[in-house]
């Protein structure tokens, strides 16, 4: 079974900084592209940034310039750092990653269960 736990979500001011993290955990044996999802009350689920095991990323154009994706294959983990936050980047973030649990098996979807980002003064 794999888990994918996310930390670093809160509240902050407009203006300000977060930096979320998500470790994957479990039977993996590969991973491709690590990515985070939003949604906001009465929205779908978005795109905000992906990166895959190459470094290669993709971001919302809504965030590009203030959000940074990065991530450590050694441990599993992925990172979304956000600056100059606004209002409307308040929303569950999700963690997503693409991964191979055996050498035979194909890649399936992984989600976490979503760390809480909100911005207000």
């Known amino acids: 079974q794999v888990q994918l736990v996310e930390s670093g979500g809160g509240l902050v001011q407009p203006g300000g900084s977060l930096r979320l993290s998500c470790a994957a955990s479990?039977?993996?044996?590969?991973?491709?592209?690590m990515g985070w999802y939003r949604q906001a009350p009465g929205k779908e689920r978005e795109l905000v940034a992906t990166?895959?095991?190459?470094?290669?990323?993709n971001y919302a154009d809504s965030v590009k310039g203030r959000f940074t994706i990065s991530r450590d294959n050694a441990k599993n983990t992925v990172y979304l750092q956000m600056n100059s936050l606004k209002p409307e980047d308040t929303a569950l973030y999700y963690c997503?990653?693409?991964?191979?649990?055996?050498?035979?098996?194909?890649?399936?979807?992984?989600w976490g269960q979503g760390t809480q980002v909100t911005v207000s003064s």
């Open positions: 997503h990653a693409d991964i191979r649990v055996t050498f035979r098996s194909t890649n399936s979807n992984w």
């Open positions: 990166i895959t095991s190459g470094a290669s990323t």
């Open positions: 479990g039977s993996i044996f590969s991973i491709n592209a």
